[in-house]
């Protein structure tokens, strides 16, 4: 299966709405991360062992009802998924949490949740610095331009590198769900090859929203190593 090739012109995310300052885009950040840890240890809750373990099969790190980590913190790409994703006839953990939650329509809480429950799974290209805080990064799946606020990325990722991430937009810029992947474009084939045949025929986007294409790259990180390349991942611990 070959993915299709990225043809359109790219196009920018976020229009004009630029805040000023870097230090008022890193405090409204820290406020928007502080509370999406939160939100995602409350959503762990409403997630059962079996549903955890079936994940982790499903990436290779676990066998029957044993984990198999080299790494303690391969536990959070479970996570991801256990949140973000489920088959067709499930429903998803973000969204069952979100049927609960009592937030204020226009609270930050409420915000942060319905960008969890938009979120995107993307592989970025960093382009450059953002003038304001963070980088931009074209999202090569959706041929668009995306403003990445994240303290640690923006401190270690230069321009031409790639990182598959889950993408959490709760305005005019984007964060991490918590977990990435360096990405290698000679890491294609080996996904391409967990993917089903058919899916080779859809548009990338479509591809991306496929919870099989997460489940694919990181069963392919995780086989390449990806924990020794990596120092913090950023999602909380499950209580």
């Not at 980590?69 to 391969?74: P, S, T, V, Y």
């Not at 290209?125 to 953002?130: G, K, S, T, Y």
Request: net charge negative; with cysteine.
């Amino acid at each position: 299966m070959a993915l299709p090739l990225v043809q359109q012109q790219l196009t920018l995310a976020w229009g004009d709405a630029v805040p000023s300052t870097r230090e008022g885009n890193l405090a409204r950040y820290l406020r928007l991360r502080e509370i999406s840890k939160r939100l995602h240890e409350e959503v762990l809750r409403f997630i059962s062992g079996d549903t955890l373990l079936n994940h982790a099969r499903r990436i290779g790190s676990a066998q029957g009802k044993t984990l198999l980590l080299e790494d303690m913190e391969e536990m959070y790409y479970v996570y991801d998924l256990a949140v973000y994703t489920a088959p067709a006839d499930r429903s998803r953990a973000i969204d069952r949490y979100a049927k609960s939650a009592k937030f204020e329509a226009q609270s930050d809480e409420q915000l942060m949740l319905d960008a969890m429950r938009a979120s995107q799974f993307a592989i970025l290209l960093i382009e450059q610095r953002h003038d304001a805080a963070g980088l931009i990064a074209t999202d090569i799946l959706r041929n668009s331009k995306v403003w990445l606020l994240d303290v640690g990325l923006e401190s270690s990722m230069d321009a031409g590198e790639l990182i598959a991430t889950r993408l959490i937009t709760p305005g005019p810029f984007s964060m991490t769900a918590g977990v990435n992947v360096p990405f290698e474009i000679e890491m294609l084939e080996p996904i391409c090859a967990l993917l089903p045949q058919r899916m080779g025929n859809s548009k990338l986007s479509r591809i991306a929203e496929d919870r099989r294409f997460a489940e694919a790259v990181y069963k392919v990180g995780l086989a390449d190593g990806v924990m020794d390349r990596l120092a913090y991942l950023d999602l909380p611990d499950r209580a």
